[in-house]
């Protein structure tokens, strides 16, 4: 499997991805799923400035669930982002990424966000896509570097969001 880690970080590519994990796993491109940011060429110049020699791949959600198979089977190593968490659902949906597992880095404070950690603070939704994510069966965990704890999402959620309606 050539993509190395999936990761959920509103900042995208940065510093913790480039140098922090991108130090351990060893990229040598950059899978950024991002529907708005597949547009923006200006804006897909900013992030190629932060990663050296590695390249840059720039996909909308549709288009990332068609390339998949082929970034799974090809040699290059690859860090696959999405700036939020419906992003990766929709990635994820029908089971594309049954048996992966994504990693919560960065999602800080904002309007309608519970801080669970001191760098991720989810919504209501983001609590449902990630329960969603799970569901589709992706093992879901946060860690902001890849030294740091790794925390499951079990952990993560506010106590009346771990039980379903039927639990």
Do not use: C
Request: hydrophobic share 40%; net charge negative; glycine share 10%.
């Amino acid at each position: 499997m050539s993509i190395v880690l999936y990761r959920i970080d509103e900042r995208l590519i940065h510093g913790q991805v480039v140098l922090g994990w991108g130090g351990q796993l060893l990229p040598h491109r950059y899978l950024v799923v991002d529907d708005d940011l597949a547009l923006s060429e200006w804006e897909q110049d900013l992030y190629r400035l932060g990663t050296g020699d590695s390249e840059i791949v720039f996909a909308s959600v549709e288009a990332a669930r068609l390339m998949l198979p082929e970034w799974r089977e090809d040699l290059v190593r690859s860090i696959l982002l999405t700036r939020d968490v419906a992003s990766m659902l929709r990635l994820a949906q029908g089971g594309l990424l049954r048996g992966e597992k994504v990693n919560l880095g960065g999602i800080h404070h904002g309007p309608g966000r519970l801080q669970v950690l001191a760098y991720l603070h989810l919504t209501e939704d983001d609590i449902s896509g990630l329960r969603a994510l799970e569901e589709e069966g992706v093992e879901v965990s946060a860690r902001d570097l890849p030294d740091a704890h790794k925390v499951p999402l079990k952990a993560l959620l506010p106590q009346g969001a771990r039980d379903g309606p039927d639990e």
